[in-house]
């Protein structure tokens, strides 16, 4: 068994760095958008063959293949521990907190009315366009796209020069809406199986008050066990003084708070994001040693950027999972227009009584924030984890939309439209002669 994952692990990292390879050689995109459209091509072609040559067997070959790696537990129990952890870290915390109301309600109150607003929008496209969702399967589709991944966010940042606050405030929400969205993902759907389990004439069989209540204690349980082991994490750190061992107990430190809350039902998500923020604080920085504070951040941005490459490269690769045959192509087409209004609207509302930042909270920036709400590998690892039935592949077909519009669209063309409202300056780039 040891042999057969190693095995896996091994035919994945190939392909990865041959991707990137690609990428870097002929594709010149981003890393993320390039891994993602390089998997998306790899299926199309395996397509194109198997409508050539029906007898190669080109996509059973592949999907055999993909069987192995189960997309949603590897990003939900394993990779976004890590680039949560790792996304946290470097968050700017002087600009975050002084947005930290801002950014309380729109990765709270911002997630469920978006989630709201898509349901009922997606609700309604659907029965137009004759496909038969039930009105809790829109809620789990809509909770699903709610949050900006955080993943996708980071990455995005990371190649814009976006205002500081800003960019502050996207990271933040991001990161934190992440959490309250696999929590309200994990509520929707036991309602939305609950109600297909149960017997008509008795109604939906799952107590919705119940489910609220574990909602908040989820949450706020995970955040408590976040921070409880980035002060512990801190604390070992500053007594330890040796660069290798203080590097070793950040790694500690984001896998046994995930662990530890999703073992006891808390939010992992919430738990590494707060336990980043604290092991990323000043405070943290300043009982490193100096070698520590040389390697610990390089370190952990090569984890990110190296977890990324096979999280775009896999979920480029899921799109295998779409029969064309089958596929609601309206609603691929619409899902991510309906995200984007739906965004609009939520962060405009509380933007009428919150400001984001110093300046006005004008249409102007409720539209920058809403082009970089990006959605990624985490609403894929969501949707793909859906039970099979009929709303699995409309749902899964539609978050595919939404993502790869996200990724190839939004990402790609964010830093123009911050440079053109103001909110952002051209990235330097790096002197040719060094």
Same mark, same amino acid.
């Given at each position: 068994?040891?042999?057969h994952?190693?095995?896996?692990?091994?035919a994945?990292l190939?392909?990865t760095?041959?991707?990137?390879?690609?990428?870097?050689?002929?594709?010149?995109?981003?890393?993320?958008?390039?891994l993602?459209v390089?998997?998306?091509l790899?299926?199309v072609?395996?397509?194109?063959v198997d409508?050539?040559?029906?007898?190669s067997g080109?996509?059973?070959?592949l999907?055999?293949?993909?069987?192995?790696?189960?997309?949603?537990k590897?990003?939900?129990n394993?990779?976004l521990?890590y680039?949560?952890?790792?996304?946290?870290?470097?968050v700017?915390?002087?600009?975050?907190?002084?947005?930290g109301w801002a950014?309380?309600?729109l990765?709270?109150?911002g997630?469920?009315?978006?989630?709201?607003?898509?349901?009922?929008? !997606?609700?309604l496209?659907?029965q137009a366009?004759?496909?038969g969702?039930s009105?809790?399967?829109?809620?789990v589709?809509?909770?699903?796209?709610?949050?900006t991944?955080?993943?996708?966010?980071?990455?995005?940042?990371?190649?814009t020069d976006?205002?500081?606050?800003?960019?502050?405030q996207?990271?933040g929400?991001?990161? !934190?809406?992440?959490g309250?969205?696999?929590?309200?993902?994990?509520?929707?759907?036991?309602l939305?199986?609950g109600?297909?389990?149960?017997d008509?004439?008795?109604?939906?069989?799952?107590d919705v008050?119940?489910?609220?209540?574990?909602?908040?204690v989820?949450a706020?349980?995970?955040a408590l066990?976040?921070l409880a082991g980035g002060v512990?994490a801190v604390?070992v750190?500053?007594a330890?003084r040796?660069w290798?061992t203080?590097?070793?107990v950040t790694v500690?430190c984001?896998t046994a708070?995930?662990a530890?809350?999703m073992?006891?039902?808390?939010?992992?998500?919430?738990g590494?994001?707060?336990?980043?923020?604290?092991?990323?604080?000043?405070?943290s920085?300043?009982?490193m040693?100096?070698?520590a504070?040389?390697?610990?951040r390089?370190f952990?941005?090569?984890?990110d950027e190296?977890m990324n490459?096979?999280?775009f490269?896999?979920?480029g690769?899921?799109?295998?999972?779409?029969?064309?045959a089958?596929?609601?192509?309206?609603?691929?087409?619409?899902?991510p227009?309906?995200?984007?209004a739906?965004?609009?609207l939520a962060?405009?509302?509380?933007?009428?009584l919150l400001?984001?930042i110093?300046?006005?909270?004008?249409l102007?920036?409720?539209?920058?924030?809403?082009?970089?709400?990006v959605?990624g590998g985490l609403?894929l690892a969501?949707a793909?984890?859906?039970p099979?039935?009929e709303e699995?592949?409309?749902i899964?077909?539609?978050?595919?939309g939404?993502?790869?519009?996200?990724i190839v669209v939004?990402?790609?063309?964010m830093?123009g439209l911050?440079?053109?409202?103001?909110y952002g300056v051209?990235k330097?780039q790096?002197?040719?002669t060094?």
């Open positions: 068994m040891a042999q994952m190693l095995e896996i692990a091994a994945l190939a392909a760095a041959l991707a990137a390879w690609l990428n870097a050689r002929v594709v010149r995109l981003p890393v993320a958008v390039g993602l390089i998997g998306v790899a299926v072609a395996v397509r194109l409508l050539l040559q029906p007898a080109a996509s059973a070959i999907a055999d293949l993909l069987s192995f790696v189960d997309y949603p590897l990003v939900l394993f990779l521990a680039l949560l952890f790792a996304g946290a870290m470097n700017d915390l002087k600009a975050l907190r002084r947005r950014t309380a309600i990765a709270t109150v997630t469920v009315l978006t989630a709201g607003l898509i349901a009922g929008g !997606f609700y496209a659907a366009a004759g496909f969702v009105p809790l399967w829109a809620v589709f809509g909770v699903l796209v709610s949050p991944d955080p993943i996708a966010v980071l990455a995005m940042t990371k190649r976006l205002d500081p606050e800003v960019r502050a996207l990271e929400e991001a990161l !934190f809406n992440d309250v969205a696999v929590v309200l993902f994990r509520a929707a759907l036991a939305a199986v109600q297909a389990a149960a008509p004439a008795a109604g939906v069989s799952v008050l119940s489910l609220v209540e574990h909602v908040g989820e706020l349980g995970g066990v976040g512990l604390m750190i500053g330890a040796d290798m203080e590097t070793l500690v984001a708070v995930y530890f809350a073992h006891f039902e808390l939010s992992g998500p919430i590494v994001v707060v336990a980043g923020l604290v092991v990323g604080s000043p405070w920085e300043a009982r040693s100096a070698e504070r040389h390697y610990i390089p952990w941005h090569f984890v190296g490459a096979v999280l490269l896999l979920a690769l899921m799109a295998l999972q779409l029969d064309p089958r596929t609601p192509w309206l609603l691929v087409v619409a899902a227009l309906l995200v984007l739906a965004r609009w962060i405009g509302g509380p933007a009428a400001p984001l110093r300046r006005k909270a004008s102007t920036l409720v539209s920058v924030l809403t082009w970089a709400g959605r609403s969501m793909l984890s859906l099979e039935g699995r592949q409309i899964l077909a539609a978050t595919f939404v993502v790869l519009f996200s939004q990402s790609m063309t830093e911050a440079i053109r409202t103001g051209k330097a790096p002197d040719a060094h």
